[in-house]
T-cell receptor, first 115, second 113 residues
Framework: KAGVTQTPRYLIKTRGQQVTLSCSPI?????VSWYQQTPGQGLQFLFE???????NKGNFPGRFSGRQFSNSRSEMNVSTLELGDSALYLC??????????????FGPGTRLTVL | AQSVTQPDIHITVSEGASLELRCNYS??????LFWYVQSPGQGLQLLLK??????LVQGIKGFEAEFKRSQSSFNLRKPSVHWSDAAEYFC???????????FGQGTELSVKP
């Protein structure tokens, strides 16, 4: 079974621009979670989507948004980019059993650099 | 609130030596617990997980972890480290029944030849 895929793997943007990152989950997984990883803050949860609905949300500004499609693929969007948004963005997919998100399997990440 | 602490930021061990990486958690009930490994520039790979039952959990690559409720710990161990084990290791606990994982700060492992 193919793993979680993320595109693109690398992105360079300038301040003020917006960016869209894509995540394709493992086949059959309907939950997708997104994380931001930086050297200073570590791994921080952005949001989770399940069945096209946002189920959980982390403590990030409204510039960070996401969505999920009927095939469970997910995108996240960051508008008005700031230098501090430079990070590795990871997505993870999982099954959901009786309302509980099961083990998360991570993709390789998208490295975003904001200049 | 749920939290995870990995007390060691960086550990160096010699190849062939044993390894123990520490993880302490704070959680209201019996937690689900995970260990992930990350090589430079890569995503996270699941090493092992604890849901319930046997407190000694076996994972991939020869790793194991022991859940100790009395110490609120879930330490990762390997009897003989290989140079390819050099990476960063993260302990994690779910925040709730949803998809939010709380991660520790990570422990970077270096392996001396």
């Amino acid at each position: 079974k193919a793993g979680v895929t993320q595109t693109p793997r690398y992105l360079i943007k300038t301040r003020g621009q917006q960016v869209t990152l894509s995540c394709s989950p493992i086949s059959g997984h309907r939950s997708v979670s997104w994380y931001q990883q930086t050297p200073g803050q570590g791994l921080q949860f952005l949001f989770e989507y399940f069945s096209e609905t946002q189920r959980n949300k982390g403590n990030f500004p409204g510039r960070f948004s996401g969505r999920q499609f009927s095939n469970s693929r997910s995108e996240m969007n960051v508008s008005t980019l700031e230098l501090g948004d430079s990070a590795l963005y990871l997505c993870a997919s999982s099954l959901v059993f009786q309302g509980r998100t099961d083990t998360q399997y991570f993709g390789p990440g998208t490295r975003l650099t904001v200049l | 609130a749920q939290s995870v602490t990995q007390p060691d930021i960086h550990i160096t061990v010699s190849e062939g030596a044993s390894l123990e990486l520490r993880c302490n958690y704070s959680y209201g009930a019996t937690p689900y617990l995970f260990w992930y490994v990350q090589s430079p520039g890569q995503g996270l790979q699941l090493l092992l997980k604890y849901f319930s039952g046997d407190t000694l959990v076996q994972g991939i690559k020869g790793f194991e972890a022991e859940f100790k409720r009395s110490q609120s710990s879930f330490n990762l161990r390997k009897p003989s480290v290989h140079w390819s084990d050099a990476a960063e290791y993260f302990c994690a606990v779910p925040y709730n029944q949803g998809g939010k994982l709380i991660f520790g700060q990570g422990t970077e492992l270096s392996v001396k030849p």
